[in-house]
Nanobody, 119 residues
Framework: QVQLVESGGGLVQPGGSLRLSCAASGTILRIYDMAWYRQAPGKQRELVAA???????NYADSIQGRFTISRDNAKNTVGLQMNSLKPEDTAVYYCNAIVRTSTAYRNYWGQGTQVTVSS
């Protein structure tokens, strides 16, 4: 079984910064793409940023230039540095990873961490 555990959410003022972290644990043979998604109230879950095992990144247009995704393959972790936060960044942020175990190759999700941007 694989678990993804996020941390680092919270309340921040507009223009502020937060860093989210996600650690994968369990019987992992390999982690392929890792990503952060978010879901605001009344909206669909959307991709924020993704990173391949080789370090190639992809960002949503809405956060381009403000957020940076990074990963540590040795530690099975992925981070999201969020700068210049805006009220519209308020959402629950979810960590996602495509993982191969000895019995499966599938998508895993974390439980989510709340990010609130408000004065």
């Amino acid at each position: 079984q694989v678990q993804l555990v996020e941390s680092g959410g919270g309340l921040v003022q507009p223009g502020g910064s937060l860093r989210l972290s996600c650690a994968a644990s369990g019987t992992i043979l390999r982690i392929y793409d890792m990503a952060w998604y978010r879901q605001a109230p009344g909206k669909q879950r959307e991709l924020v940023a993704a990173v391949t095992s080789a370090g190639n990144t992809n960002y949503a247009d809405s956060i381009q230039g403000r957020f940076t995704i990074s990963r540590d393959n040795a530690k099975n972790t992925v981070g999201l540095q969020m700068n210049s936060l805006k009220p519209e960044d308020t959402a629950v942020y979810y960590c996602n990873a495509i993982v191969r175990t000895s019995t499966a190759y599938r998508n895993y999700w974390g439980q989510g961490t709340q990010v609130t941007v408000s004065s």
